[in-house]
């Protein structure tokens, strides 16, 4: 049997994952889909587009599954990439892994449409009869049946073909770039549903194929706007959960005691088992603008005024958290900030990976450059830092250069540091993302090296 041709278009974080994790697919031990990934014909595109061909993952990971996959699956050739859309013409199923944007930050939240909405009329102007159409970038309720179906039906007219000639569902993606990369695609569950119940048919399919149904069983939700507010309602949870934190981070510093033990303590109850801890702050593309998702939809979409107040909220608490760190850091120097040096260990979104959209460490370098404050940042997933336009160290310094050291991001690569060796002489260590545990901070003080936390009391 032939294989099937898979389109994957958007070749980020989540479409390069989900490329591969699709040409690895078997079936009797041979694959089932042939593979290509698509990306947009400029710099940054032809740059994924090129390494993929070279036979090397577009991003830095340490997930050891993810590169074996990857390598596996250039080498038995059934994967590639390229920035000639035209390819789409021959797909049997094609995932849209283009990202939706927002602007998130202003009073009303307005919905960026034109990128994704281009790419949905490209699709149209390209298909087959018969094509399976799966969205699976994050994107507002009522999405695919007001957005993506009436843009398809809008093309395929013009083509003298019909809707009902194409098969459009929603699937989206749970990614967490990490050590666990590719198995956040395998081996974890699923929600879809389709714009018809062929549709659905299908998606389940393709899905059964890729996923590990046996240990991660799909669900399936009555309608595309179903499985959309599934994903926009699971993020704002978590968002909003985080947000729910800062106020009692900051009671925590005030009034002397350890938020973290307080934390671990009602975690053994179960139904309070995924309260969130302090940070820096909430980054990625996520969580940051899902929230506000749901009222631009409401809005934009329906044409309904609904308020979410504690969606709203969380989004600007999550914003803010940052600059707590840069007044925690500012009231422990015991000295005027400005013109001080310090060094930001850690500038991507979340551990053990290199992305730094959206992270909360930007807003915490710009806060500290705007007070005048010296800054070097180091990450070891990070040479050079798009958003802020600037280089990154590639060596850790050494701690004693530097009037205080803020650990932003709890890489694995900062928990393994023979700290004592390596913070001899700083003045100040600001754990600001729980990198530290309990024995390092001991050792760190039982040598006079200062270390405080973000959700602890002075000492603590």
């Known amino acids: ?65 993810l590169k074996s996959a990857f390598k596996h699956a250039i080498r038995q050739g059934n994967l590639k990439a390229t920035t000639d859309k035209s390819v789409c013409s021959d797909a049997d199923i094609i995932i849209v892994d283009i990202q939706l944007d927002i602007d998130y930050l202003n009073n009303e939240p307005q919905l960026e449409f034109d990128q994704f909405k281009n790419a949905i009329s490209e699709i149209g102007r390209l298909i087959a009869p018969e094509t399976l159409v799966i969205i699976e970038t994050t994107v507002p309720p009522g999405t695919c049946e007001k957005v993506v179906v009436p843009t398809l039906e809008s093309e395929l007219n013009l083509r003298g073909l019909s809707i009902d000639n194409v098969l459009i569902a929603h699937s989206y993606e749970r990614v967490m770039p990490g050590n666990e990369y590719l198995a956040s695609i395998t081996d974890y569950w699923r929600v879809f549903s389709g714009y018809t119940k062929i549709a659905a048919d299908a998606c389940e399919v393709f899905l059964s194929n890729v996923i ?17 507010t599934a994903k926009v309602l699971e993020n704002t949870y978590r968002a909003v959960n985080i947000a729910f934190i800062d106020e009692w981070t900051k009671f925590s510093e005030q009034v002397g005691i350890d938020l973290f033990e307080i934390i671990d303590a009602i975690r053994m109850r179960p139904t309070h088992s995924n309260i969130r801890t302090p940070g820096v702050g909430v980054g990625g593309y996520c969580l940051t603008k899902d929230p506000t998702f749901a009222p631009a939809s409401a809005k934009q979409i329906f044409n309904t005024d609904l308020c979410f107040p504690f969606s709203s909220l969380a989004v600007q608490v999550n914003h803010n ?31 053990d990976i290199g992305d730094t959209r959206y992270s909360p460490s930007e807003l915490l370098v710009q806060k500290m450059i705007s007070l005048g404050v010296n800054i070097v940042c180091h990450d070891p997933y990070v040479s050079y830092w798009d ?19 803020v650990f932003a991001v709890p890489h694995q690569q900062y928990k393994t540091i023979d700290l004592v060796s390596w913070a001899s002489g700083c003045n100040l260590l600001l754990d600001a993302n729980s990198v530290l545990n309990k024995e390092q901070r001991k050792d760190l003080r039982d040598h006079n090296i200062r270390v405080e936390s973000i959700g602890r009391g002075d000492g603590l």
């Open 1 to 65: 049997m032939d294989k099937q041709k898979v389109c994957v278009i958007g070749l980020g974080f989540v479409g390069s994952a989900m490329a591969t994790a699709i040409a690895i697919s078997k079936s009797n031990n041979r694959p089932v889909y042939d593979v290509v990934g698509i990306d947009l014909d400029n710099k940054q595109g032809n740059e994924r587009v090129n390494l993929i061909n070279c036979g090397e993952f577009p991003f830095s990971t340490n997930d050891n599954h």
């Open 212 to 228: 590990n149904i046996d240990k991660y069983p799909l669900t399936r939700l009555n309608s595309t706007t179903a499985s959309e």
């Open 321 to 351: 958290m940052p600059l707590h760190v840069v007044s925690r850091l500012d009231k422990l120097m015991n000295r005027d900030i400005g013109g001080s040096k310090v060094l930001i260990c850690g500038v991507s979104y979340r551990q």
């Open 387 to 405: 958003e802020l336009g600037i280089s990154l160290v590639k060596e850790l310094p050494k701690a004693n250069l530097f009037d205080a050291v």
